[in-house]
C-alpha cells in the first residue's frame, strides 16, 4: 500500500478554512498526476481537485471552484488543498491521491492509481 501521508484535516466554522497537506513517497512521483477526492456518508466519491506535473495545470469540481486551491510543492512531493469560505456540504472525508493526466481537448482530468488513509473534514457551527 502506498503511504500517501495527509494532515491538515479538522472541524471548522462555516467561513472558515482549512489547508489540507499530502507527502507522496519519492517512487510515486513517477505518477504524473496528483489531487484530492472526498467522500461524505451517503453519498458518492467526487473528485475535488487535482494538478499535473507535466504543466501545472489544474483541475477543479464546479462547486470549489473560485474556495479551494491546489498546488504542489517544487520538489514535487507534496500538494496542498487550501480550503476557504468551507461550507456544511464540504464536510467528508478528504484523499490524497496520486495517478495520471488525461487531456481531451481543452479539458484535463486526472484518475488515480493510489490513495491515502484519509482526513476527516469537518464544517458545522
Known amino acids: 500500500q502506498v503511504q500517501l501521508v495527509e494532515s491538515g484535516g479538522g472541524l471548522v466554522q462555516p467561513g472558515g478554512s482549512l489547508r489540507l497537506s499530502c507527502t507522496a513517497p519519492e517512487w510515486t512521483l513517477d505518477h504524473k498526476a496528483m489531487g484530492w477526492f472526498r467522500q461524505a456518508p451517503g453519498r458518492e466519491r467526487e473528485g475535488v481537485a487535482c494538478i499535473s506535473s507535466v504543466d501545472g495545470r489544474t483541475n477543479y469540481t464546479d462547486s470549489v471552484k473560485g474556495r479551494f486551491t491546489i498546488s504542489k510543492n517544487n520538489a514535487w512531493n507534496t500538494v496542498y488543498l487550501q480550503m476557504t469560505s468551507l461550507k456544511p456540504e464540504d464536510t467528508a472525508v478528504y484523499y490524497c491521491?496520486?495517478?495520471?493526466?488525461?487531456?481531451?481537448?481543452?479539458?484535463?482530468?486526472?484518475?488515480?492509481?493510489?490513495w491515502g488513509q484519509g482526513t476527516q473534514v469537518t464544517v458545522s457551527s
Open positions: 491521491a496520486t495517478g495520471t493526466n488525461h487531456y481531451g481537448g481543452s479539458d484535463y482530468w486526472c484518475e488515480y492509481d493510489y
